[in-house]
């Protein structure tokens, strides 16, 4: 295995870390509620009127344009069909059902909270994925 040191950024990742961080952190101190995505998506689905998760889930679809105008290059999509990205984010809405929430919720906010169902439900995040990447690869052929 070789590391593209082209791709490395520590710095931008350090920065999305942070950004990461005071989104939970304001979250919790203005709304007092978790900050996680598949909850905040599943609360539009239940009830979509205007409120807070709409300025979320905007700043979450504007933010890589206002990256590029601070200079970054955000990454290109990846080359895999339109057909097998809709799985794959079929997949992960049904993973965190299923899980009761996701990598923002359990991994960030519920990790940070001492969580033991939390960590359990992130190791199997890291584990299923690390399968599914070597299945994918190593198995099928190179999806």
Known sequence: MTINWDAFTPWT??????LI?????????VNGRILGVSGI?????????????????????????LYTLVGGA????????IVGIVIAGLLVGIGTRLGSGCTSGHGV???ARLSTRSLVATVLFIV???ATVYV???VVGGL
């Open 41 to 65: 998506l599943a609360g539009l689905c239940k009830a979509p009127r205007m409120s807070w998760r709409w300025w979320f889930v905007a700043g979450v679809v504007i933010s890589p344009w």
């Open 109 to 111: 906010c519920g990790l």
């Open 13 to 18: 990742s350090l920065a999305g870390g942070l």
């Open 74 to 81: 955000v990454p290109q999509p990846s080359e895999q069909s």
């Open 136 to 138: 994918l690869r190593h």
């Open 128 to 130: 299923t994925g690390g």
């Open 21 to 29: 961080g005071l989104a939970v952190s304001l979250l919790l101190l």
